[in-house]
């Protein structure tokens, strides 16, 4: 019947990458998409297209800074760390996840 999609519902990329970069002090593009898919057991999968933008978005929003810098395999790439206005967006995104989360329980559980 197809394959099952492992899709990120839209709205929690940026819950994915700010609660992320706070397990961190910085991380390029690639290990931030590495280290959801391990935690998530293989679960969740973040494509570059969904990625990239992402960061810019919250690049531009204030809550996440990027600079330059060397990967351990000697590439360059922008790495990326959380601000302080970035870790309160990271509360208010986890508030939303958990309201959300409770209204879809509440619809699964209703007989």
């Given at each position: 019947?197809?394959?099952?999609?492992?899709?990120?519902?839209?709205?929690?990329?940026?819950?994915?990458?700010?609660?992320?970069?706070?397990?961190?002090?910085?991380?390029?593009g690639y290990a931030i998409t590495?280290?959801?898919?391990?935690?998530?057991?293989?679960?969740?999968?973040?494509?570059?297209?969904?990625?990239?933008?992402?960061?810019?978005?919250?690049?531009?929003?204030?809550?996440?800074?990027?600079?330059?810098?060397?990967?351990?395999?000697?590439?360059?790439?922008?790495?990326?760390?959380?601000?302080?206005?970035?870790?309160?967006?990271?509360?208010?995104?986890?508030?939303?996840?958990?309201?959300l989360t409770e209204g879809v329980?509440?619809?699964?559980?209703?007989?």
């Open positions: 019947m197809g394959t099952k999609k492992n899709d990120i519902l839209q709205g929690t990329l940026a819950l994915l990458i700010l609660k992320t970069l706070a397990s961190s002090k910085r991380m390029h590495a280290h959801i898919q391990s935690v998530s057991a293989q679960l969740l999968r973040v494509e570059e297209g969904s990625l990239y933008p992402a960061l810019h978005r919250m690049e531009q929003e204030g809550w996440v800074r990027a600079e330059w810098g060397t990967t351990e395999k000697n590439r360059e790439a922008r790495f990326y760390s959380l601000t302080a206005k970035g870790r309160k967006q990271l509360v208010e995104e986890e508030e939303s996840w958990t309201r329980g509440r619809v699964m559980r209703f007989a």
